[in-house]
C-alpha cells in the first residue's frame, strides 16, 4: 500500500509539473465535453508506463519491461504532448497508443501464463 501511494504521489506530482504542456497539446479545443475527453485519454497515455509496469513485473525489476517502456510507452507518452491541431487526429493517436498498451498488457500476460504452465 505504501508503494502504491508514493507511485501515485509522484504520477500526480509528475502531472502537476507538466500541466503547462499538457494543457498545451489541446488547448485550441474550444468544445469542453472533446476537450473532456481528450484530458481522460492524455491522463491515461501519460500513466501508461506506471500501471503498464503494475500490470506486467508485479514488483520485479526486468530489462525487457525497461525496453517496453523504451520502445513503445515513451513514444505514446509523446504523442501525449505533442500539439496536433486536428482534434479527431489528437484523439485517434491516443486512443492508438492506449490499444498499443492494451495489446502489450495482455500479450505479456498470456506469455506469463504459459511459461507458469511450462514450468509447473
Do not use: C
Request: charge should be positive; hydrophobic fraction near 60%; charged fraction near 10%.
Amino acid at each position: 500500500m505504501r508503494r502504491a501511494a508514493t507511485i501515485l504521489g509522484t504520477t500526480l506530482a509528475a502531472l502537476m509539473i507538466s500541466a503547462p504542456a499538457y494543457a498545451y497539446a489541446h488547448d485550441k479545443v474550444t468544445n469542453p465535453v472533446l476537450h473532456a475527453i481528450l484530458d481522460v485519454l492524455t491522463l491515461a497515455v501519460v500513466t501508461a508506463p506506471v500501471w503498464t509496469a503494475f500490470a506486467w513485473s508485479r514488483g520485479r525489476r526486468s530489462a525487457a519491461l525497461m525496453l517496453l517502456i523504451a520502445l513503445v510507452q515513451v513514444p505514446a507518452g509523446v504523442l501525449a504532448f505533442v500539439p496536433i491541431p486536428d482534434p479527431a487526429l489528437h484523439a485517434a493517436a491516443l486512443i492508438t497508443s492506449l490499444a498499443v498498451t492494451a495489446t502489450s498488457i495482455v500479450y505479456v500476460r498470456r506469455e506469463a501464463a504459459v511459461a507458469v504452465e511450462a514450468a509447473g
